[in-house]
């Protein structure tokens, strides 16, 4: 095996073991750095062993077995004698399954069990998109539209609050699923919406793995809390969009946007189960959460058969609906582009403009200012608006639309 077929198996390992690792040793010493570090290293040997010595025929049980061994030392430097000591001697010993409690599937149990709800919403989320998502800090600080130093800053607090608190690593029961589920909820969308367009330069625009999981650990959810509103319209949403993935990057590796995607070339299937979600959340007649609601709207979308059909009143309707749920300048910034679709650029422009202070790090922002600026006829505001929008946009096929729009302007 050649060394990049190593890392690659490195690499795949990394994704299965990872957050089982981290967990496991943190709920057993109650304490993330050491479960962090111990992972880290184990990894870090993996990678310089393995392409000498071959992988194993277990990667898994390699890496865990190498880093209980790693957490073991570290406890012992630190501490010659004590209780910590004699926990870490039961590493070697053989341990009794813990029990499953309500989830059978590993990893949405463990995203249930790092949603605390000791912690603050954002910081759960933050934390558990790190520990289990597998996601970066610099791709969870542009999912929270911060500073990657601020964000690296609330999941170290997070950790020591765990660590001060002494908050059990413990599997959720039954009981315990409704008071955690909006955190497990926000996870999942989070991570959805990395596969669905990716933030990172150096990853494909669009990823399938992290779309395809968030779809299936949703999919668990919902046969778990079948009557939850948020539940059936998260899995809507993530059905209706995931059904235009196949449409949204050209041949040549740009993105291409819903006014110009083959509607043909729609998933039918995942659309049909997605409308039937959303008619089922209507027929409920219960006040709809923000999922629910963004399910909606993108079921008047794919409801059309040519973008000149969609119902923009409909569509602006539901953002209004939207914004009483949830009043984020995102929210207030895809309202504003829909009424420019109903009223005109200029009614779209100023109230897009009315959000520059709380977007101004936004590229989706200076994206949607240079196309109703383009509309307008004012191109030397539309070409500094996309060089701002290009500068700031980390996805190379957003980035190449992007670049394509701007160099056809006159």
């Known amino acids: 095996m ?39 290293e184990a990894f870090a040997t993996a990678v310089e062993r393995w392409p000498a010595d071959g992988v194993p025929p277990n990667p898994g049980a390699w890496l865990t077995t190498s880093a209980n ?9 630190e501490s010659k004698r004590g209780d910590k000591q004699k926990e870490a001697r039961m590493l070697y010993d053989d341990d009794p399954p813990e029990p499953l409690g309500a989830i059978d599937d590993e990893r949405l149990r463990l995203i249930f069990t790092c949603c605390h709800p000791a912690l603050a919403m954002e910081t759960r989320v933050a934390l558990t998109l790190r520990m289990v998502g597998g996601l970066t800090v610099p791709e969870i600080a542009r999912a929270f539209l911060v500073q990657e130093t601020a964000m690296e ?15 059990p690593y413990r599997v959720p029961s039954e009981e315990d699923l409704p008071a955690r589920v909006t955190g497990v909820l926000a996870v999942l969308f989070l991570v959805f919406n990395e596969g669905y367009l990716a933030t990172g330069p150096g990853t494909d625009p669009v990823r399938h793995d992290l779309t395809a999981e968030a779809i299936r650990l949703t999919r668990l959810i919902r046969g778990l809390m079948p009557d939850d509103g948020e539940v059936a319209g998260l899995l809507a949403l993530m059905l209706l969009i995931e059904a235009r993935r196949t449409a949204r990057v050209s041949a040549s590796g740009e993105l291409v946007t819903l006014d110009e995607q083959d509607r043909g070339a729609w998933d039918s299937a995942l659309i049909a189960e997605g409308h039937r979600l ?34 923009w009143s409909q569509v602006v309707a539901l953002y209004d609906q939207l914004l009483r749920v ?23 422009l100023a109230a897009i403009s009315r959000l ?8 989706a922002y ?6 109703l600026l383009r509309r307008l006829g004012r191109s030397a505001d539309s070409r500094a608006a996309y060089d701002k929008a290009i500068e700031l946009a980390g996805n190379t096929a957003e980035n190449a639309r992007l670049t394509r729009r701007r160099d056809q302007l006159g």
Do not use: C, M
């Open 2 to 40: 050649n060394s990049v077929d190593v890392r690659e198996a490195i690499t795949e390992a990394h994704h299965e073991e990872w957050a089982r690792v981290v967990a496991s040793l943190a709920r057993r010493f109650g304490d993330l750095d050491v479960a962090e570090d111990a992972a880290a």
């Open 69 to 77: 061994r790693k957490a073991i030392d570290r406890i012992r430097r």
């Open 153 to 167: 800053r609330r999941i170290t607090r997070a950790k020591a609050k765990i660590k001060a608190a002494r908050i």
């Open 278 to 311: 959303v008619r089922e959340r209507l027929a409920a007649r219960e006040a709809p959460g923000r999922y629910q609601v963004l399910a909606a709207i993108n079921a008047v979308h794919t409801s059309a058969r040519d973008i000149r059909d969609t119902d």
């Open 326 to 348: 949830d009043p984020s300048p995102i929210i207030a910034l895809n309202r504003a582009i829909a009424v420019g679709e109903l009223d005109g650029p200029e009614v779209a």
């Open 356 to 363: 520059q202070d709380r977007l101004a790090d936004y590229h």
């Open 366 to 371: 200076h994206a949607a200012r240079a196309e």
